[in-house]
């Protein structure tokens, strides 16, 4: 099954799309995308094949995982998505320890956001958290992309602790797509939680925030806040 699903992948390759894709995420040298590989199909034509072959065993999935083809590691991610959101217990932890053991193949924006926090969030939400900081704290971009990027389970849980507690470590972070992301989810505090909520938050930190972070995380306010925060005026 899981040579048919690769077949299927690669049947519906786009050449003229892979390039842009290639481009889009940053494939060049010394980029963070750096020399991965693109078949150039979108996303509702992989989730589409994803649902096709959602019965391909853990372990497959696994193996297509560690594929240095970006859309296969995105099908694979897609395929334990579904089984973790059906499976019991057992089925849930180890999909979740999968997750974990894998994260250098989840080396991507995409790949993190359509998965981190159906995964990894939904898992701990009731347990214990001190992963989350443990790969906010990690070298890799990615597993500190996904520290922040599950706690959106909790927020679409109306929970906003653990989104406060990683953001605030990787408040000084160097990296453009923590900033992205951090920013995204602070906004996302505001949005669907309250944003006194989250004002409180920034109201002591804003003006340590990275630029885009800062900006990210205000989006959604009034003009006139949202300038008086650019200003420092707050």
Known sequence: MLDELKKGLRAQADPAKAK??????KTGPGEYGEG??????????????SKRYGCLDISDAEKLLSSPIHEERLCALLILVQKFEKGAGPEKREIYRRYLKNTVYI???????????RIVGAFLKDRDKSVLY???????IWDRR???????HFIKNGLS???FAVAGILLNDEHDLIHKAVGWMLREVGKRIDIDTEERFLKSRYKKMPRTMLRYAI?????????????SAI
């Open 20 to 25: 842009i894709l290639r481009g889009f995420f």
């Open 36 to 49: 991965d590989i693109f078949l150039g199909l979108a996303v509702p034509k992989i989730r589409a094949l």
């Open 107 to 117: 080396n991507s924006w995409d790949l993190v956001d359509l998965t981190a926090d």
């Open 134 to 140: 443990k790969l906010a704290g990690s070298k890799n």
């Open 146 to 152: 996904i520290a922040i990027l599950a706690t959106f």
């Open 161 to 163: 602790a653990q989104t």
């Open 219 to 231: 989006e959604r306010f009034p003009e006139t806040k949202r300038r008086a925060y650019l200003k």
